[in-house]
């Protein structure tokens, strides 16, 4: 049987680094004046869940080709990009999947980005985004390499929905203990990301709220997106923010919290008798590009510059093919001086027939 491979899009360019160099200033920003700050790394395109709004089992079955190990960045390749990335002013930086914890010794890796410091000598905000299958047996050397805090998804509290959810007969219970392991060796604050489909989960909404409120975790609600090519997005499954923190504040009354800074993509709210807090991500329905300071870099050493992208640009192309680090800033201050991408706001007719990326190849 041929094996299935989703088309991603044309990304084989190398990006330009001839002419003036472009040194790392720290004050990188592109055509809309937005800042580079944000770095999500994704380290493999596997996965053991297959989530029905990411990696559906009709297509990402035991047919389906995943990346060989030789096209992915190697440890020491993504210390070397994030280097440059961290020079021209990125203060934080999320590994992502796939499933994170899948890719083996990544606690090296861990421990190399833990030592990068910005140019004023500070360390990164250095965190991890984590379906918590393998949360419990790696929390603590997590933490050890220099792990920050983490941030777990969890689509539901009852058991056979969540099952049937992730598609992998995974158990909630795991995921929680996962969650309790990982704040008691400290990796803190830990937040947890539930994505809301309309018809799907909507009513576990209530229960998660019950459940985390009063823990130190703060709960976050994402409206299902439009990501890829392979979840069969529909609109009409989108439940928007606006009516999950009113079915919240019929059980739990919440005020609102200013954003921690304009960056921010969880729109905050506080439990009115002090109990801790939730967010939502509104991305459908409040699109925030207009303050975006995220890059992605897919497993492959591919720069994407949305989520929603539909092309990226090859920097494992450019090191493998001998480029210095001057070159490769060069060529990454380019790419981002350059990027004018709002796809949320400008989500509609001019893209509907847009191929995007897959979310499992650059993460979330």
Known sequence: MSRR??????????PDFSGIAALPSGRLT????????????????????????????????KDYQFLPHAALLSFEEI???????????????RL??????LRKNIEFLIERLAMLRTPEGRPLDLTLTTNGSLLARKAQSLKDAGLSRVTVSLDALDDALFRRMNDADFAVADV???IETAQAVGLAPLKVNMVVKRGTNDQEIVPMARLFKGSSAVLRFIEYMDVGASNGWNMSEVLPSAQVVDLIDAHFPLIPLEAHSAAETAQRWGYEDGSGEIGVI?????????????????TEG??????????????????????????????????????GDRYSQLRGSATDNVRRVEMSYIGG
């Open 5 to 14: 491979i989703i088309p991603l899009a044309d990304i084989s360019a190398i």
């Open 30 to 61: 592109d055509t809309l004046a937005r800042p580079l700050r944000d770095l999500r790394i994704s380290v493999t395109d596997r996965c053991n869940f297959r989530c029905v709004y990411c990696m559906p089992r009709e297509v990402f079955d």
């Open 79 to 93: 210390e070397r990009l994030a280097r440059v990335f961290v020079a021209h002013g990125v203060e934080k930086i």
């Open 96 to 101: 992502t999947g796939g499933e994170p914890l």
């Open 176 to 178: 929680l203990h996962g």
């Open 282 to 298: 509104s991305s459908v329905t409040r699109a925030f590009c207009g303050d975006c300071t995220r890059a992605r870099l897919s």
């Open 302 to 339: 591919k720069l994407y510059l949305c989520l929603f992208a539909s092309s990226g640009h090859d920097l494992r192309a450019l090191i493998r093919n001998g480029a210095t680090d001057e070159e490769v800033a060069t060529a990454v201050a380019r790419i981002w001086q350059a990027r």
